[in-house]
C-alpha cells in the first residue's frame, strides 16, 4: 500500500507508527506538519496527497484532524484517537474509513470518536477500542492499525471492482479496463474478504462477494482449463484432476511437477502445459486488447505458476512465448478440440454443481488419442 502518514502535533517524522508501516512493507510519504499553523499544516498534507495519491491515509491526534480537512475523495481514512474537535473545521467521516481509539486516552476523549461517528451516521463498529494511551505505540495498536490499513483498502477496491464488473460485465473484462496492479490487489482482496466472511453474519458483503466471483466469465474459465487439459494430453504429461468448481476456481493438476531434476525436453513440456491455459484463451476469444499477463487468471494458481516459470533460469533460457504455446493445439482443428473439451467440462459443472470434472481419459478420446 502507499499510505500517507500524519503525524500528530509535535510528533516527529519517522517516528513508531509510520516505521511500523513501512517495515510491513509498505510505501509511506511522511511529510513535517507545522504544528503552529493548523491550515499550513493542511496545505502541506494536500500538496502531498495530491502528488503521491496514496490508497490509505493515516492520520494521528492532530494529524487525523488535518486529514478529516483534506479534500482527499474516496481515499479511505484510518484515525488514531483524531483530535476533530481542537483543530479543524471538518465534523464528518467519510464511509470507507475507520477510528483506533483507548478507552483510557488522558489527551482526546474517547467520547470524540464515538461523537464523530454519531454526526456521520456512521456504526459503532467503525471504532476500535484498542491499546491504554494515547500514543497507540504499543504492539496491539500497532498491529491493529496495519489491519485497519488493509481493511479500509479493501472495501476500496472492492468497490473499483464491482463497478467495472457492473460496467463490463465480468471479471475478465473489468481487468482489461482496472489498473493491473489494482486489479491483482482487488483480487486477492476478494478471496481473502470471501474466506473471511463466507460463514459470518455480514449478508451484504458475502451477497457481492458470491456476485463477484460468480460473474467472471464461466465459458472463459471452461476454456481456459480446457487448454491445460488438451496440452497435457499432447505432450504426455500425466494429471490426476481437471476439475470446474465454484466461483472463478478451476484446475488441471499433473501428478508431477517440472523440478531441477529434470531433463531439458521436460522442462520445456511443463512450460508449455502451464502457458496452455492463457493460450487456449487467446485461440478461442481473440487478443481483445489484453496482454498474455492479463489472460491468466490472477484469482489462481496460474499466475503464482508463471511467476515461478520466470524465475526458473533453466526455464528462462528456452524463451518459450504464448505463440509457441498456440502452436501446440494444432490450428483450427485445436480451436474446435479445446471448446469440445470445455463443453464436456461446463456440462459436469452444471450437472454436479460445485465439482465438475472430467477425466484424462475423455479428453484423449475427444483429441482422437491414446493415453501412454
Known sequence: MKILFLHGWHSIVGGVKPTFLKNAGNEIINPALDDDDFDLAVHTAQAEYDQHQPDVIVGSSRGGAVALNLDSGDTPLVLLCPAWRNWGTAKFLKTNSAILHSRKDDVIPFTDSEELLANSGLPSEMLIEVGDDHRLADP?????????????????????????????GDLSSAATNMDLDRYFKACGTIRKAYSQNKKSGETGLRRILDTLL?????????????????????????????????????????????????????????QLFYAAGAAAERIV????????????????????????????????????????????????????????????????????????????????????????
Not at 488493509?150 to 464491482?162: N, P, Q
Not at 489472460?295 to 520466470?310: K, Y
Request: a negative charge; glycine letters at 8%; one cysteine or more.
Open 140 to 168: 496491539e495498536p500497532l498491529k491493529a492499525m496495519l489491519d485497519a490499513c488493509e481493511r479500509v483498502l479493501s472495501g476500496v477496491l472492492i468497490r473499483e471492482m464491482w463497478t467495472e464488473v457492473k460496467q463490463h
Open 214 to 270: 460468480g460473474c467472471h466469465d464461466d465459458w472463459r474459465i471452461c476454456c481456459h482449463e480446457a487448454g491445460h487439459a488438451v496440452v497435457a494430453v499432447k505432450l504426455r504429461i500425466p494429471v490426476n484432476k481437471i476439475t470446474r468448481g465454484e466461483g472463478t476456481f478451476g484446475e488441471v493438476q499433473p501428478i508431477h511437477d517440472a523440478s531441477d531434476n529434470c531433463d531439458q525436453k521436460s522442462l520445456v513440456r511443463y
Open 285 to 372: 476469444f481473440g487478443t481483445e486488447k489484453r496482454t498474455f499477463d492479463e489472460l491468466v487468471d490472477p484469482l489462481e494458481g496460474d499466475r503464482q505458476q508463471h511467476e515461478q516459470l520466470e524465475s526458473h533460469e533453466r526455464l528462462n533460457a528456452f524463451g518459450i512465448d504464448i505463440e509457441e504455446t498456440i502452436a501446440c493445439f494444432g490450428g483450427e482443428d485445436g480451436k474446435k478440440i479445446i471448446e469440445r473439451v470445455a463443453a464436456l467440462l461446463k456440462e459436469r459443472r452444471d450437472k454436479d454443481g460445485r465439482k465438475g470434472q472430467i477425466t484424462q481419459e475423455e479428453v484423449a478420446e475427444i483429441i482422437g488419442d491414446k493415453l501412454w
